[in-house]
């Protein structure tokens, strides 16, 4: 018999968000994607849009909106403090997770992953449109942050030196320093490659399976438990380039596998190998 994910509740099918799609007094379903024009192109019925540029990230600070932004961001979108948000997305839900962190980091409590997004949700010949929903407006207010799924350079720095567990989510050519500026993505560009010490490798796609849609339980403890030697009780930092593909794993190893405390270094390596008297790794 195949073993439940830790919180099964966080993960919804397809099927499961083509049955509930119309309860819209219930739920609001949320497109997510790297490409923030594939949205306009088709999406889900009665899905909105949240640009991860320029709805979730402040426009001058590095950093997320602030608690008004983000209450007025729900607000517009219909989604109150107690409805019941489903991500997806493309590229395997990076940025579905990505958006799930963050709404999570805002203090959020209802959230649910579609499992294989956008790609399976077209691959199965679901209904799409063009068409924007017109979802009456909410009343929203943050209320209890969780700042302790999130960790900044000096906390990575502090886990470094204790010698605890962290997880690097890019690829084999970024983590050995292979491969500094990724052709695709200019903007994230760093001076130096490699990793932060002492860190294991693990690329975000072996979470998933060729349809986009997470690997078993058994199969994702064999690898993050069995091959990286985690333990379900460690502290745990994830980091990746900018903090999407780490929103990936921090999902994996909390949400799937039930790991306690996972943090998500959203600074990740465009700040770490950038910044002047941080420790790297080659090789």
């Given at each position: 018999?195949?073993q ?61 909106i ?53 790609a ?10 063009t ?21 900044f ?81 460690d ?49």
């Amino acid at each position: 018999m195949t073993q439940p994910y830790a919180h099964p509740e966080s993960l919804v099918s397809t099927q499961w968000v083509d049955e509930h799609r119309g309860q819209t007094d219930l739920y609001r379903i949320v497109e997510s994607d790297e490409d923030v024009l594939l949205y306009e192109t088709g999406h889900v019925p009665e899905a909105v849009k949240i640009d991860w540029i320029n709805d979730l990230n402040d426009p001058v600070v590095r950093d997320y909106i602030d608690n008004a932004k983000f209450a007025a961001l729900c607000a517009r979108h219909g989604i109150g403090n107690d409805t019941t948000v489903i991500f997806y997305g493309d590229k395997s839900n990076w940025w579905a997770c990505y958006a799930f962190w963050v709404f999570r980091l805002m203090g959020h409590d209802n959230l649910k992953i579609m499992d294989g997004g956008r790609a399976k949700w077209m691959d199965e010949g679901r209904a799409m449109t063009t068409a924007k929903p017109n979802h009456p407006p909410a009343t929203y207010q943050v209320t209890h942050p969780r700042r302790g799924i999130r960790a900044f350079r000096d906390d990575v720095l502090r886990h470094v030196r204790a010698g605890r567990p962290l997880v690097d989510v890019r690829s084999m050519e970024e983590f050995t320093g292979k491969l500094t500026h990724m052709p695709d993505y200019p903007q994230e560009g760093v001076l130096r490659g490699g990793h932060i010490p002492g860190a294991k490798s693990c690329p975000w796609m072996r979470a998933v399976n060729p349809d986009g849609t997470f690997k078993s339980r058994a199969e994702l403890e064999a690898i993050y438990q069995g091959e990286l030697g985690l333990k379900i009780l460690d502290d745990v930092v994830a980091y990746c380039r900018i903090g999407e593909r780490s929103s990936h794993t921090w999902f994996v190893l909390t949400h799937l596998l039930g790991f306690d405390t996972v943090r998500n270094y959203d600074g990740s390596w465009t700040e770490w190998g950038n910044a002047v008297g941080m420790p790297i790794e080659k090789g």
